[in-house]
T-cell receptor, first 119, second 108 residues
Framework: DSGVTQTPKHLITATGQRVTLRCSPRSGDLSVYWYQQSLDQGLQFLIQ???????AKGNILERFSAQQFPDLHSELNLSSLELGDSALYFC??????????????????FGPGTRLTVL | GQNIDQPTEMTATEGAIVQINCTYQTSGFNGLFWYQQHAGEAPTFLSYNVLDGLEEKGRFSSFLSRSKGYSYLLLKELQMKDSASYLC?????????FGTGTRLQVFP
């Protein structure tokens, strides 16, 4: 158990709908990352928040948005869902954003994921 | 551009040694991670390299050559429970970019 929690575990919905995935980071972690993992694409970085502010953006569609709240939990909102959005969505957390250029690193701890099925 | 290459699948026998290679081309490099992921589960951290050379951690070792854009994960004394996907990930500035993973099957 990594200490990162995600809800719901499974979500089945229809095309065109909107869903919200929720993530609670490990106690003490300020940084939250969202990833999408589909069968043909591997693990794709979507977006990162640090202490409530957006820190880095990956291949996140405009139909998707996220935020990190004052209590540090995060939500990923997916709207106008398409069949291709069916995937595992992972949240990860780390202590800090990860310092570029240094020897220090911040291991990301992954939550169990939310499996989204769009029918 | 960003590109990380790993073999798609590998097989090995229980008790053997296997080496999983990863080559990368990224704009910016701040370290390379290896994660293990069992089917349907979350990735779990195995190793981190930021300097050239070998890092050993029990049965697992990871090697990095920054000049060649190359890393490998070495798994010794393979066990059945090592059957999983192994993900190579490069930290480029603030982002962690993952390869598509190598699915390792260990046979008795």
């Amino acid at each position: 158990d990594s200490g990162v929690t995600q809800t719901p575990k499974h979500l089945i919905t229809a095309t065109g709908q909107r869903v919200t995935l929720r993530c609670s980071p490990r106690s003490g972690d300020l940084s939250v990352y969202w990833y999408q993992q589909s069968l043909d694409q591997g693990l794709q970085f979507l977006i990162q928040y640090y202490n409530g502010e957006e820190r880095a953006k990956g291949n996140i569609l405009e139909r998707f948005s996220a935020q990190q709240f004052p209590d540090l939990h995060s939500e990923l909102n997916l709207s106008s869902l398409e069949l291709g959005d069916s995937a595992l969505y992972f949240c990860a957390s780390s202590v800090s954003p990860g310092l570029a250029g240094g020897l220090s690193y911040n291991e990301q701890f992954f939550g169990p994921g939310t499996r989204l099925t769009v029918l | 551009g960003q590109n990380i290459d790993q073999p798609t699948e590998m097989t090995a026998t229980e008790g053997a040694i296997v080496q999983i290679n990863c080559t990368y081309q990224t704009s910016g490099f701040n370290g390379l991670f290896w994660y293990q992921q069992h089917a349907g589960e979350a990735p779990t951290f195995l190793s981190y390299n930021v300097l050239d050379g070998l890092e050993e951690k029990g049965r697992f070792s990871s090697f990095l050559s920054r000049s060649k854009g190359y890393s490998y994960l070495l798994l010794k004394e393979l066990q059945m429970k090592d059957s999983a996907s192994y993900l190579c990930a490069v930290r480029a500035t603030d982002k962690l970019i993952f390869g598509t993973g190598t699915r390792l099957q260990v046979f008795p």
